[in-house]
């Protein structure tokens, strides 16, 4: 299997279903049902799962095994608070250093999320997170994108949670607002673009909480593990 393990396949897989919000926070991800479902051994579906526990995005319980993480809503707004201080950095360290190709390739993300939010298709809201997960590795600092990343993703659990129904409303155009920022080299522009754009989508979103779906957790791990193969 080319570079990737396929302990590491199958958390990209539970990391999709998590961050386009098919699985809920708190579900529960029993290693035998993982591993069947995606074909692999109790082992292998166990290390699939600590993959995405150092990303605090599934959490393992004494005697109850491993769910998905579910974030208070005191650590999601201190989440989206050092989230904000970190995407001004991103943005100070891009401003006047992308390339016409780098600018492109997010022009087209926001083409992508565009044709997802506008035929309601549950993978937009993965791909506006990953609109902010490319910026932070366009800056070429391993450690700023892995922290962003990890807090992107994280937001996921938090909004799902306690975000109000049109949250994933995500502005595109705020989007391509910032990247004419940075096209420009307007360092301010773009801290401000990117700081208004967060704390509409993030803080203000926030209203304490809403109910969760029914689906059972093994009927979406098997739909995506078919996305998979």
Not at 37 to 57: D, H, K, P, Y
Not at 181 to 202: G, N, Q
Request: one cysteine or more; a negative charge.
């Amino acid at each position: 299997m080319e570079e990737r393990t396929r302990a590491e396949v199958i958390a990209q897989a539970l990391r999709k279903a998590i961050i386009e919000q098919a699985l809920e926070p708190g579900a529960k991800l029993p290693e035998d049902v993982v591993g069947d479902t995606f074909g692999v051994s109790r082992t292998v579906a166990r290390r699939a799962l600590e993959l995405l526990a150092a990303e605090e995005l599934v959490e393992f319980r004494p005697r109850r095994g491993a769910a998905v993480s579910r974030p208070t809503l005191a650590e999601g707004r201190d989440l989206f608070a050092v989230r904000i201080d970190l995407e001004r950095v991103v943005v100070r360290r891009l401003t006047g250093r992308l390339e016409e190709d780098q600018l492109a390739t997010l022009a087209r993300m926001v083409e992508h999320e565009h044709h997802a939010h506008h035929h309601g298709r549950p993978e937009y809201i993965r791909l506006a997170a990953e609109f902010h997960v490319v910026l932070g590795e366009m800056t070429g600092s391993l450690v700023l994108s892995r922290l962003l990343a990890q807090l992107v993703w994280r937001s996921a659990l938090v909004l799902r949670l306690y975000g109000r129904p049109r949250w994933d409303s995500c502005n595109l155009q705020e989007h391509l607002d910032l990247i004419e920022a940075l096209r420009a080299s307007d360092a301010a522009a773009a801290e401000a673009l990117m700081t208004t754009h967060l704390e509409s989508v993030l803080l203000r979103g926030l209203d304490g909480g809403k109910a969760g779906g029914a689906e059972e957790p093994g009927d979406i791990l098997r739909r995506y593990a078919r996305a998979d193969s």
